[in-house]
């Protein structure tokens, strides 16, 4: 029971992350394209290296949700 109200807990935390991650991208996207506006090279290096971050971080948060839902399924499919 424990476990449940635990996996529960971080799904919703992962959920309320995932939409805080797609602003950050989105906001990333801005910067990346007006240091390309500018052709600021620095700016554009170090965007790039903040998005591939953010978006591994985005791909693990899915992963890991579809994983948890998947096993939830197959719990339920048991009973």
Same mark, same amino acid.
């Given at each position: 029971?424990? @476990?449940?109200?635990?996996?529960?807990?971080? /799904?919703?935390?992962?959920?309320?992350?995932? /939409?805080?991650?797609?602003?950050? &991208?989105?906001?990333?996207?801005?910067?990346?394209?007006?240091?390309?506006?500018?052709?600021?090279?620095? &700016?554009?290096?170090?965007? +790039?290296?903040?998005?591939? +971050?953010?978006? +591994?971080?985005? &791909?693990? &948060? @899915? /992963?890991?949700?579809?994983?948890?839902?998947?096993?939830?399924?197959? +719990?339920?499919?048991?009973?």
């Amino acid at each position: 029971m424990m @476990k449940f109200v635990l996996d529960t807990l971080r /799904q919703e935390e992962e959920k309320e992350r995932l /939409q805080v991650l797609r602003m950050e &991208i989105d906001y990333e996207l801005l910067t990346l394209y007006d240091a390309m506006q500018t052709n600021d090279i620095t &700016i554009i290096v170090q965007t +790039k290296e903040r998005l591939k +971050k953010l978006t +591994k971080e985005l &791909i693990d &948060i @899915k /992963q890991r949700y579809t994983n948890s839902s998947d096993r939830e399924i197959d +719990k339920n499919r048991v009973k």
